[in-house]
């Protein structure tokens, strides 16, 4: 028994093979555009960003902090550090000077004393001084605190995990090695002792 023949198809006209380049060349127009036009805008974000940040860090001024405010603040806490010195060796000198002065003449004993007392209250005159420096550096500190934080906020920074640098991360392991966590406010230390001595009588 024969078998019916297979139908063959017929051949694309060369009408019906442009039709189909000209879709496809469409297709692929249209592609090309809108992948364009996404690339585009993309690069139009990135660009306006880029400059949104350039504009934060104009505001952060990091020159005038490096150049001006930090080392105005260095120079203050070396000015305290060195009238609270030379304060304290004239407090010491004085208190020294009336330990070693014999008392047996009760009149010049009253004369030094009371001339080393006005040297010694002359000297703790620096406590003026250097709350007005202390107050300075705390203006600094308060003024770099409020630009890096617009600036961290603007950009919407988010912090690294970890030391920020090596050197960083030895100082911290030096001071949990040795139990360095430097003088304590007030109120740490005040609780600190109550902690203590609760943990002794219980």
Partial sequence: ????AAKQSAA???TDVVRLAEISAAA?????????????REMRDI???????KREIGRLQANDIKNVHIPAAGNELKAVTQSTEAATNTILACAEAVMATDASNPARYKALVDEKM???IEACAFQDMTGQRVSKVVETLQHIEARVASFAAAVRAQDAP???SEAERERAERRRR???HGPQDGGAAKDGRQTEIDKMFD
């Fill in 1 to 4: 028994m024969k078998r019916p």
């Fill in 12 to 14: 694309p006209s060369l």
């Fill in 28 to 40: 692929s127009q249209a592609f090309s555009q809108l992948l364009d036009s996404t690339i585009v």
């Fill in 47 to 53: 660009a306006a960003h880029i400059a949104a940040t």
């Fill in 118 to 120: 006005l040297q010694i």
């Fill in 162 to 164: 970890g030391p920020a």
């Fill in 178 to 180: 040795l139990h360095i």
